[in-house]
Every structure is written in C-alpha cells, then in structure tokens.
C-alpha cells in the first residue's frame, strides 16, 4: 500500500479521536485501540507489531510489552488516569530482554486520553491530549514513513552503516561473491535498506520480509533476496498471478538498477544477523554528502576505518556551488518572487539547466547540487501554491535527476552515483510531501542519471552531453603531481597537453582544465573545479594559465585562494587546495575569497582581474630564470646520491663502520637535508669522490656498500639511474662544495613564522632535499634570513 498523504492521515486521525476520545469504559479493549491508532497511518499492526510480547526484565522476571515494533516503538498502555511517567521506566525496564537490533527508537505511552512520545535518539518529550492528536501527526512520521531530514555528517549511524555493510561484504568475499557481481549486489542491498527507512517502501518492508519470510539459519535468504530483487523490477501487471502477498508488496523501481541478472549468493545464520543488523539501523539519516563514500568504503577496510577522510564535506561543495550558480539563481528568485509570470518562467528556466562532473566520483557533487536546486525549487512552489489546495503536485515539481550528468572512472563508484543521485531525489520529494501534505513519490522511476562508466580524458565529453546544451561544470578532479603520475596517466595526458610547450611539469589535474576550456569554447558554460594549489603556483601557472588565458581565452570570474582541505581523518596530512571558476566569456563579475587564516572562512571581494596566481592583478607571465636578477650566487639543488641508502650514516652507525673500516674516517661529511636542518639530526655521508681506486679496494666493507649500491641502480625503473649503475662509488647528482654554504629546506611547514636557513662551513654536505647556496658570506646569510623571517622570497 503507498504512503499516506499527511492530508489523509490527518483526517484519519481526527475520526480516530471522535471514535475514543468519549470512551468510558475501564475495560475498553487497549488492543483495538491501538490497531485503530496505527491505521491512521496506514500501517497494519499485524505485519509490523505484536502485542504482549514476553521478554525478561533486568531482574530475571517476566515481563510483557503491551505492544512492541521491533527496531522502531515500544507502546505501554495504562488504564484512565495512571501514572505514564511510571509506563515509561516500566518500559525502559523491558529493554534488557532485547536484541540490540529490536531496540526501539522511540516509547509511546497512553491511557486514553493522553498521549506522550519519548524520542530516545534526541531525548525529546512531547505530551498532547487525544483531542491534540490531529495537531501532532508530524511527530509520528516515522510511523507514516516520511523520515526527519536531520544530517550531520559525522552521524555514528554512518559509521555503523559503514562497518556493517563492510562486514556483510567481507563475507561474501570469503565464500566467492566477488567482483562486479558482488558491487551490484550490495547496491541493490543499500538501495532496500534506504527504501525501507525513507518511505519509498512500506515502512520496514524490506526489514520484515527478511525477518518473518526466511528461515533463522539463512539457508534460503539469498533466494527470497533474487525474488525481492526480480519483483522490484517487474511491473505490476506482469508479477504472478499467485505472487507471495508479501513480495507482492514491493513496488516496482525500474530505472535498471535491478535489471541485470546476478548469481544466486550463498548466506548462513550469521551473514543473516548482519543483514538484518544493518536493517535495523536508521538509513534515513545518512547524509547525503557522504551517500556515495559510504557506499564506496563498504568496499575498502582501510576506507572503512577512516571514514572521515574519504568524503568531500559539503562546506567544500559549496564552496564551489554557490558562486559558480547558486548564489546567482537566488538572487533571481528574490527579484522575480513577487511577479506571477516571471517567477513561473524561473521556475521552468530551473529545469532547463544541465550540471556535469567529469571526474564524479560518487556523485558527492552532483548529489548536493541537486539537493540545492530542489531546495529552490521548493521555496518557488511555496510561493506559487501559498494559500492553494495542493493536488497534484507531482505535475508541478520540474526538477529531475536526468539533468545531471557524469564521467567516472571506476564502475562500481559510477553505479553508486546513480544510485546516490536517486536517493536524494526520494529525499527531496519526501520534503515536498511534508510540505504540501500530499504524498510524492516518483516510482516506477522514468528519468535516470547520465553517469557514463568511462576515462573522462579519453571520452569526448560532448558524447556524454552536448556542449550547446550544458550549464555547468564541476568537481574536484584526481590530484597528482607531475612527478608521481603513473606511466599509463603520463600517455593519457599527452593528447591533451601535448599542445602546450614545455607540459611535462603539469599536474594530473591539469588536464580536466585543458578538456574543459576546449569543451566551453564560443558557449555560456561556467565551469567550477578544486585543485591542490601547485595549480597556480612554480611553473604550472606560467604554463598552464598562459596556454589557457591567451589561446583558449579563458577568463577567471571566482576564486578561492589556498585553504585547508577539511579532513576529519587522524594521522592525515593537510592538503591544501584552491578553488577556480573559469568560462570563455569576460562579462561576468569576478569574486575572489581569501583567507586571512587558511583554517578558517574566507573574506571576499569583487576585483576586477583574477590572474594565473589568484591574485587581483594583471596577469603578467614571468618566464622562468636560472641565474638570480642580482650579482649573488644562485640558490642550486643539494647532491642526490642515489644509493638506496648505502651511503647514508647516523653517527653511531658511522662510528661503528669506522671501528670495521679505519682507512674509511677521512671519506666521510656530515649530511645535512630540510629533515637534519629543522630538528638538528647528526647524520653523515660516505662521499668517495675523491677516493683512489687503489685505496678504495683495499676497503672492503666499503667496497661491501659499493656493490650494494651498483645492484640497486641496477634494479631502478628510471634509466637515468640503471646508467649510473657502474659508476656505483659516486652521487648520481654531485653538487658538493669545498666551501662556506646556505641550506634552505625545499619543503617546510606553513605554521612556521619564517623559513629555517643553516649556515655551515666544509666539509658538510647539502642533501637533495634541500637547496645550498655555494661560497656564502655571513652578510648573504644575514640577508637571507631578513627576507626569510618576512617570508618574501
């Protein structure tokens, strides 16, 4: 049976009323009267709740629920003026005696003429009169089926959910369900399991056919699993005509997610006490900013335990959403709400407009895109429909999921974006339903996501969605640096980049910007991406920037400059990002948020330039230099010995090798990188460059360390390095100074007030962690450490 409308339930609750409300008599059936109750909300007490169910109490009796729906209410009925403050430690005291999955979420307790409704997870009270209980339906929505819309991000229910879906995925694994199959399964399973909680089935549908249809020992769940799947994807007409009255009762989905047919699983008794474990959490609370990297670290332990880490949080996301669009289309609404015609004329421009994410993910993007248009799309509706009988509002909510568009490269995380964008599609027609107390629910579904399976830089994104039609653009591509892509990533990249002089230096990401500038030429398309910063710093934002803002005339109209990538996972360490918003047109206001501290929200301002660094200046390219503008000594890279740490020595190891090998004393210098500089570590190098072959074969421990470094160059993937291999007694990059030298840490902390500079005299050696300014006097050291403690240089 569908969901009831509040309108509906509202008029049954007030026929409830007149039916009780005058009932005089002590010994008036209390089970009558709680059937009767429950069908106000369209649910039948048979299916979902038993009466007197004998459980024990904390001190070994007996005791009775009056009525108990396992998972969801526990009912204590007293006779005409009882004490109910006492009903309900009376029913607190049954809670010993249940499973934790039976655990309700909330108390209800009565005596006929009075109500009151404990809600256990947020320890509110609310007490009413039965003539209030027309006024006061709203607070059973979890009886009905509409689902509070109360998110918090880091809600333990996600990590539960997390850990047990983990668990149940686990096991499947260990007996052989693997691969697309087993992703597909566990799908379809979340999708239930949401369905159940949010009103898309029958309230705990899916919860208690598992419950009451399947036998304890799981022997026949994975059958009763495939006909619930299967009945999920045959309409009504074509089901059997002898179909289980209960299987009968899950609606038909379409939209292909239980289309294609999957191998019968294999459960037992546990597997089954886990499924039925995850039914009994809370799915309607999931946050649908973490929708799809739940789903995702289902599938990963390491993702499992550190949740947190492993989704975009939704103050990012709107970081890029709002100045790329939505800040924008309110400000629309707010000037065309009072006007008829142009705010209907708004309300269908709303659902004209087109969103791709070429690097989607799961669809976290997407997913709160969507919620924000839908939650402007409901204050339209508001204002149209104030003071008006709502009947049909199916026909006027013009917002759908077919809108939104994406390009991602793992299947599995593809299929939980269309999955994930339907989810919060139901969400967002349950807050229409409790808004104009008219049920809506768009089953069977007719409209689904475009998320293509794909390499988003080898698909022509126009194959995906046509450049003359779409909006926007966003997302936060993949980051890699230049220096750690993948080989394959290297050859995906060269077709895009192979345009621009010099692009061996771009960062992966690099290439989303290039595909989206080519994409947006000669249209209106507005594009909004997250980088790490190295995009608009060093080499990339000369090259980068140069190629896009004077051959593909691209213009920066928002801006976030470098903050604090919000992270919750311990251990982690910070990334630092910007945000860019770019299009092929100059007409547009330009926006640039900084941050005075980068932990914390930005300011904004409007500029009139944004350029290649995220500053408001103009944007000048300065060509990279190898000798300083001054007549000082140049700042060089450290030595680099390439030894697989052969060569590299603690004092006390030095001591000791020197106790075995004498003649090796006068070979070695301290060793001084960024890591020895910042905590004052002694360590030493063997530096046999000015060793005679002679005397270096009458060493033969060190000769020991030689051969160890020759077989490791051997081994190195990087030709340059196998080259070296028989020159095995030399750094590959010898940079040593006989001379007075700076040492300045290539990477060092941003909480730091200044950059660390060491000055140290010979014979000591800069690692190639670092960089070394040969030959330097105390003056330039003095001078580096002014600008250093500045940090204007």
């Known amino acids: 049976m569908a969901m009831l409308s509040w309108n509906e339930i ?48 904390l001190d070994g009796r007996n005791g009775y629920i009056d009525l108990l729906w396992k998972g969801v209410l526990v009912i204590e009925h007293k006779s005409r003026g009882k004490d109910l403050e006492r009903a309900y430690k009376q029913a607190k005291d049954y809670f010993p005696g249940l499973k934790e999955s039976e655990l309700p979420k909330y108390i209800l307790v009565s005596d006929f003429e009075k109500f009151v409704l404990y809600d256990l997870e947020t320890d509110a009270k609310r007490t009413f009169s039965i003539e209030q209980f027309h006024q006061n339906i709203e607070l059973f929505g979890f009886i009905a089926g509409y689902q509070k819309q109360d998110y918090k991000e880091q809600d333990p229910v996600n990590i539960k959910a997390a850990e047990k879906m983990g668990d149940l995925h686990d096991k499947l694994k260990a007996i052989g369900y693997v691969g697309n199959n087993l992703e597909v399964y566990l799908v379809r399973l979340l999708f239930c399991l949401f369905a159940d909680d949010t009103g898309i089935f029958e309230k705990n549908l899916f919860r ?94 390491q993702q499992r335990r550190e949740l947190g880490a492993h989704y975009t949080s ?30 209907e004329d708004f309300h269908k421009g709303l659902s004209t407009l087109s969103f791709l994410d070429p690097a989607c993910g799961c669809g976290n993007f997407l997913i709160i895109a969507y919620r924000e248009l839908r939650l402007l799309e409901l204050e339209i509706l508001r204002k149209q429909l104030s003071g008006q009988m709502v009947l049909e509002i199916d026909s006027l909510v013009l917002i759908d999921v077919d809108q939104f568009y994406g ?55 126009n194959e995906v969605a046509s450049n003359k039609k779409l909006s926007f653009i966003l997302g936060n591509p993949p980051f890699i640096g230049s220096s750690i ?32 500038a080519d994409y947006i030429q000669h249209t209106k398309i507005k594009v909004g991406l997250v980088s790490t910063n190295s995009i608009v710093q060093g080499d990339q934002a000369i090259i980068l920037w140069h190629y896009l803002f004077n051959t593909k005339r691209i213009t920066i109209h928002f801006a976030h400059q470098t903050f604090k990538w919000t ?57 990279k230099r190898s000798n300083p503008i001054s007549d000082v000594q140049p700042m060089l890279y450290g ?11 603690t004092e006390i190891e030095m001591e000791e090798f020197i106790k075995l090998e004498p003649l090796s004393a006068k070979y070695f210098r301290p060793w001084v990188g960024a890591r020895e500089l910042v905590n004052n570590i002694k360590r030493f190098c063997l530096y046999l460059a000015d060793c005679p072959p002679p005397e270096l074969r009458k060493m033969p421990y060190v000769m020991r360390r030689v051969e160890g470094v020759r077989k490791m160059r051997l081994e190195s993937k990087k030709e340059s390095t196998r080259k070296w291999a028989d020159a095995s007694s030399s750094f ?58 500045h940090s204007t240089f």
Not at 28 to 51: C, Q, Y
Not at 415 to 443: C, P, T
Not at 609 to 621: E, H, R, T
Not at 639 to 649: L, Q, W
Request: charge should be negative.
């Open 732 to 789: 590959t990059e010898d940079r040593v100074t006989n001379g007075n030298i700076l040492i300045i840490p290539r990477v060092t902390s941003e909480n730091r007030k200044y950059i660390p500079i060491g000055y140290f005299e010979p014979p000591t050696v800069c690692s190639d962690a670092a960089f070394q300014v040969v030959d330097a006097s105390l003056y330039l050291f003095g001078k580096y450490t002014e600008c250093s403690s």
């Open 407 to 461: 390009i991602e490269i793992d299947e599995f995380a593809s299929q939980i974006a269309s999955v994930a964008l339907w989810l919060i599609d139901h969400q967002m027609n349950m807050a229409v339903s409790n808004e104009f107390g008219e049920y809506f629910v768009r089953l069977p579904l007719k409209k689904k996501p475009n998320i293509i399976y794909g390499n988003s830089l080898k698909i022509d994104w």
């Open 567 to 623: 992270n919750e996972a311990r251990g982690k360490a910070a990334v630092y990002c910007v945000i860019i918003g770019f299009s092929n047109h100059n007409d547009l206001t330009k926006s640039l948020y900084s941050y005075p501290d980068i932990s914390r929200d930005p300011t904004v301002l409007s500029v009139k330039n944004i350029n290649q660094y995220l500053l408001d200046a103009q944007s000048i390219f300065i060509e």
């Open 639 to 649: 030595s680099k010995p390439a030894d697989g740490g052969y060569f590299i020595f």
């Open 10 to 57: 509202r008029a049954r609750a007030i026929s409830f009323t007149n039916e009780w409300k005058d009932e005089k008599n002590e010994n008036a059936e209390a089970k009558s009267f709680w059937n009767d109750f429950l069908n106000v909300f369209g649910i039948s007490r048979r299916r979902v709740a038993t009466f007197e169910e004998r459980v024990k109490t």
């Open 208 to 301: 208690d056919y598992i419950e009451q249809d399947t036998t304890e020992d799981g022997k026949d769940l994975a059958l009763h699993i495939e006909n619930i799947f299967s009945t999920l994807n045959t309409p009504d007409a074509n089901r059997f005509k002898n179909i289980d009255e209960n299987l009968n009762k899950f609606p038909y989905v379409n939209g292909g997610l239980f289309e294609k047919h999957l191998p019968l699983a294999s459960f037992d008794s546990e597997m089954r006490n886990l499924l039925l474990d995850c039914a009994a959490l809370d799915w309607g609370r999931i946050s649908p900013a973490v929708f799809g990297s739940l789903f995702q670290s289902v599938m990963n332990k």
């Open 314 to 343: 939704e103050e990012n996301i709107l970081k890029v959403i709002k100045p790329l669009f939505l800040d924008e289309l309110w400000r629309e609404f707010e000037s065309v709400k009072g006007n008829r015609r142009k705010l």
């Open 485 to 516: 892509m993948t080989d394959e990533q290297k050859e995906e990249m060269n077709p895009i980049t192979g345009v621009i002089k010099k692009s061996g230096s771009l960062d992966y990401v690099a290439a989303w910007y290039i595909k989206a």
